[in-house]
């Protein structure tokens, strides 16, 4: 299998990368080069963003690509275009934030989505873009190309900060804020398992959009903390606090407190989804302390702390705020 990777070098798309390797599959990759891609992948140099960002690809031919792009979608759109004709298929890994909020808990891939186009340039917020690129796909390939929309995404190579912020924390020991309830259930997807799930896709040519995220509640905040303290060997101790306390506090789910999300209509949205369908095609996702460890044994060998996207704001609660919680 011939694979041309758009991206390949950081997380999502070094994942793919390192599976398609594992599988014999002979890869090409097109990106900026500023980062080594892993080793055995066919680097061609190019920046989307710019006229002859494309020249690269002007030639050449290949079974399937795997697009990992997430931000203005006349990147897509052009990409699709230079390649049509050239490509045996082309899938997309896009987000389960094209859904248009709120979303009832259980929704599946036929719930609305939000409005976007094709040909939006510049800044462009990240459900617009990622729906923006859908529908530039669906415009070339007529309902053809497989559209992955992912759920939130762990594991090693990370470079948002959710789970490595929670590992480092509890690895400094003492007590910890752990935001309850302790059973609110979580639903993620392993990079890796996105990987596998993705390349056996493209083989299979499936199309159309999937949800690709762990079932809901494949783990819970309990059970993700409760994995970091066994990965790192703390000495940490979980004090559980009630939502509305951190709330009332006036702390930020999601960004000061990474993953967790208060019971209510946010939550439902990014820990509530149905995916019947891409379970029904094969999807299967490693234990939650598989992921923690694998992230933990990663992130020391970098030295600890992860590389950091420049578009992303940095995550974690201040250790004088999160003292004087659990002093109240």
Not at 100 to 108: K, N, S, V
Not at 142 to 166: D, F, K, Q, S, T
Request: hydrophobic content about 45%; charged content about 20%.
């Amino acid at each position: 299998m011939r694979l041309l990777l758009l991206g390949g070098t950081k997380f999502v798309g070094r994942a793919i990368a390192e599976e398609a390797l594992a599988r014999g599959w002979e890869v090409t990759a097109l990106n900026r080069g500023t980062q080594p891609a892993p080793e055995g992948v066919r680097v061609l140099v190019g920046d989307r963003t710019a006229e002859d960002g494309l020249a690269a690809l002007a030639t050449g031919e290949w079974d399937a690509v795997v697009d990992t792009w997430s931000w203005a979608p006349a990147a897509v759109r052009d990409s699709a275009r230079q390649l049509s004709g050239r490509v045996g298929h082309y899938a997309y890994i896009s987000s389960r934030s094209v859904y248009d909020y709120p979303l009832r808990a259980g929704a599946d891939e036929t719930a609305p989505v939000v409005p976007s186009s094709p040909d939006l340039t510049g800044e462009v917020a990240y459900a617009e873009a990622k729906r923006g690129a859908e529908l530039a796909l669906d415009a070339e390939y007529g309902g053809r190309a497989l559209l992955v929309r992912a759920g939130l995404i762990l594991g090693p190579y990370e470079n948002i900060g959710r789970l490595p912020w929670w590992l480092n924390r509890i690895a400094r020991g003492g007590p910890v804020l752990a935001p309850g309830p302790r059973e609110t259930a979580l639903q993620y997807i392993d990079g890796r398992d996105l990987a596998i799930w993705t390349l056996d896709a493209v083989a299979a040519r499936l199309a159309g959009p999937y949800n690709v995220v762990s079932p809901a509640g494949h783990t819970t905040m309990g059970g993700l903390l409760a994995a970091c303290v066994s990965a790192t060997g703390s000495d940490a101790e979980l004090r559980w606090t009630d939502p509305e306390r951190i709330i009332a506090a006036g702390v930020e789910p999601w960004t000061e407190l990474p993953i967790w999300l208060a019971p209510g209509e946010l939550h439902d949205f990014l820990h509530g989804a149905s995916v019947a369908r891409a379970v029904a095609a094969g999807l299967r996702c490693r234990p939650v302390t598989e992921t923690v460890a694998d992230t933990w044994a990663w992130l020391r060998s970098i030295g600890g702390d992860a590389p950091q996207r420049a578009d992303r704001p940095n995550l974690g609660l201040d250790p004088e705020r999160e003292a004087k919680l659990l002093q109240g």
